[in-house]
């Protein structure tokens, strides 16, 4: 079946008694038991929730996995991932990436002992150079970077992965699997932060893990159990219909995208603009391979953090917020908001800087966009 039709029927109900359409949002914390040992499949919504199941069944179709799950945000589904791992356990990690996800792993995560090297993913040879022999044990790959928009090659990186026998993780928030599903590419465990696209409307935070493997399944179900970060039922039921017009959103914001970025590129007061759809993008090549579109989020650089701020500032109608993959056009500072916890020494190499704003680019007529970005920028 085409994503566009699994997209749309996203949690259809299958009640036999009412017909309902829509998957109900069973808002119960517990479930009551026919007898003693006897269970309709259904005992505490930790374990399970009706809503809640819904959602994972449908991504975990989306991203073509073996089961989904639903967290109560990105943050919350990443953590589940890295409960995976002992203490002296090597992560490879994109050097490019979320502010919280780099955070977590600071803060958290190598207080408990792990080790993680932050490498240019984009670039499998230096990746390959990152691997402890012994002690790595897995990737954790951003592409499209956020938010420099680099390209990882996952067939090269899953190529590294299968010689060391090493867990591949993907974070596909950018691209959704409307238009890359990393599972296809032998990666082992997708995560995404639902709060973006899936549910597209900037009212709802979530979080998902699709894992490949019956294996993998069962041990992040027995993590999401144990630790509790789980998605309500109200909250699964919202992503459950952003999803649905999850493909017409798209196609409307990379269209933007596309426009957007090169109207930018042709901008005077712009420096430099990343994103995969422009051809003298450096992993423009690699990502037409492995997607089946460019997405709507880009980056570009402006002559000085002055302009940054001018910017943003001046601009009306697109809105100077974190987050994306909304309905509504945003405008980022990664410096001061997305990536801030990232030490300056650290963003500098990278090249997040104070000239660097990202866009998350909406469903609105471009034209207004244009105009809007055209009168932040005179002079
Ligand atoms: C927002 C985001 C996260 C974190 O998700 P939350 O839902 O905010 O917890 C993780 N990864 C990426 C790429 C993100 O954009």
């Given at each position: 079946?085409?994503?566009?039709?699994?997209?749309?029927?996203?949690?259809?109900?299958?009640?036999?008694?009412?017909?309902?359409?829509?998957?109900?949002?069973?808002?119960t914390a517990t479930f009551r038991h026919p007898a003693v040992g006897v269970s309709t499949g259904y005992d505490y919504s930790r374990t399970i929730n009706p809503t809640r199941q819904a959602l994972g069944k449908a991504m975990a179709e989306l991203e073509k996995g073996d089961r989904?799950?639903?967290?109560?945000?990105?943050?919350?589904?990443?953590?589940?991932?890295?409960?995976?791992?002992?203490?002296?356990?090597?992560?490879?990690?994109?050097?490019?990436?979320?502010?919280?996800?780099?955070?977590?792993?600071?803060?958290?995560?190598?207080?408990?002992g792990l080790t993680v090297t932050y490498s240019d993913t984009s670039n499998a040879e230096l990746v390959k150079r990152a691997i402890i022999p012994g002690k790595t044990k897995a990737h954790f790959i951003e592409t499209p970077s956020?938010?420099?928009?680099?390209?990882?090659?996952?067939?090269?990186?899953?190529?590294?992965?299968?010689?060391?026998?090493?867990?591949?993780?993907?974070?596909?928030?950018?691209?959704?699997?409307?238009?890359?599903?990393?599972?296809?590419?032998?990666?082992?465990?997708?995560?995404?932060?639902?709060?973006?696209?899936?549910?597209?409307?900037?009212?709802?935070?979530?979080?998902?893990?699709?894992?490949?493997?019956?294996?993998?399944?069962?041990?992040?179900?027995?993590?999401?159990?144990?630790?509790?970060?789980?998605?309500?039922?109200?909250?699964?039921?919202?992503?459950?219909?952003?999803?649905?017009?999850?493909?017409?959103?798209?196609?409307?914001?990379?269209?933007?995208?596309?426009?957007?970025?090169?109207?930018?590129?042709?901008?005077?007061?712009?420096?430099?603009?990343?994103?995969?759809?422009?051809?003298?993008?450096?992993?423009?090549?690699?990502?037409?391979?492995?997607?089946?579109?460019?997405?709507?989020?880009?980056?570009?650089?402006?002559?000085?953090?002055?302009?940054?701020?001018?910017?943003?500032?001046?601009?009306?109608?697109?809105?100077?917020?974190?987050?994306?993959?909304?309905?509504?056009?945003?405008?980022?500072?990664?410096?001061?908001?997305?990536?801030?916890?990232?030490?300056?020494?650290?963003?500098?190499?990278?090249?997040?800087?104070?000239?660097?704003?990202?866009?998350?680019?909406?469903?609105?007529?471009?034209?207004?966009?244009?105009?809007?970005?055209?009168?932040?920028?005179?002079?």
């Open positions: 079946m085409k994503i566009e039709t699994i997209l749309a029927h996203a949690g259809l109900c299958t009640d036999q008694i009412t017909g309902a359409i829509s998957t109900p949002i069973y808002q989904g799950f639903a967290f109560a945000s990105g943050m919350a589904a990443i953590t589940a991932v890295l409960m995976l791992f002992s203490s002296g356990d090597h992560l490879i990690v994109s050097d490019d990436l979320y502010g919280g996800t780099y955070r977590i792993f600071e803060k958290n995560f190598k207080q408990l956020n938010p420099l928009m680099k390209i990882t090659d996952l067939a090269a990186i899953m190529a590294l992965a299968d010689s060391e026998r090493l867990l591949a993780i993907v974070d596909n928030t950018f691209m959704t699997p409307y238009l890359q599903r990393p599972l296809e590419f032998g990666v082992d465990i997708v995560v995404h932060s639902g709060t973006k696209y899936l549910g597209g409307h900037n009212d709802v935070l979530a979080g998902t893990v699709v894992t490949r493997s019956p294996e993998l399944s069962d041990k992040i179900g027995f993590i999401q159990n144990s630790t509790g970060g789980i998605l309500g039922p109200q909250d699964s039921w919202l992503v459950l219909r952003g999803l649905k017009t999850l493909a017409l959103r798209i196609e409307k914001q990379q269209e933007n995208a596309q426009k957007i970025a090169e109207w930018l590129t042709k901008n005077s007061k712009v420096k430099e603009v990343h994103y995969p759809g422009l051809p003298a993008h450096r992993g423009h090549r690699v990502h037409e391979k492995q997607s089946a579109g460019f997405g709507a989020m880009l980056s570009f650089r402006v002559p000085d953090s002055g302009w940054a701020e001018r910017i943003i500032n001046r601009s009306k109608l697109i809105i100077f917020a974190e987050s994306l993959g909304g309905v509504e056009t945003l405008i980022t500072y990664p410096v001061r908001q997305t990536h801030g916890d990232i030490p300056v020494e650290i963003r500098e190499k990278i090249g997040v800087t104070d000239d660097l704003l990202r866009l998350s680019v909406g469903i609105e007529h471009v034209d207004d966009l244009i105009e809007d970005l055209e009168q932040a920028m005179a002079t």
